[in-house]
Nanobody
């Protein structure tokens, strides 16, 4: 089982990035996917989640209206489109998979990626 994030990098405030999470070794259809982030000196934060069928999504208040999560089960991939980025979005971003429904509690997730760094700075 493997989750591999990509797409992070350095971007100016107001810019956009699209993170990808490539999954392998398990059936995506039965797993919801969450995106989490952790900034230096801060606790891990739930950013978004997408249901098994991709119909339902949830977002943290801090990113709602700016971030969009999506999934393509045929490609075994999950995405996080991040727009209007702010300096406070700077963090390591992780994707994670949980059987059945979405949750903000990272401890419930079964599989995690290694993370990708997002830095928002001018």
């Amino acid at each position: 089982v493997q989750l591999v994030e990509s797409g992070g990098g350095l971007v100016q405030p107001g810019g956009s990035l699209r993170l990808s999470c490539a999954a392998s070794g398990f059936t995506l259809d039965y797993h919801a996917f969450g995106w989490f982030r952790q900034a230096p000196g801060k606790e891990r934060e739930a950013v978004s989640c997408i249901s098994t069928d991709g119909i339902s999504t949830t977002y943290a208040k801090s990113v709602k209206g700016r971030f969009i999560t999506s999934r393509d089960n045929a490609k075994s991939a999950v995405y996080l489109q991040m727009n209007s980025l702010k300096s406070e979005d700077t963090a390591v971003y992780y994707c994670a998979a949980v059987i059945a429904g979405c949750s903000d509690y990272g401890d419930l997730y079964d599989y995690w990626g290694q993370g990708t760094q997002v830095t928002v700075s001018s």
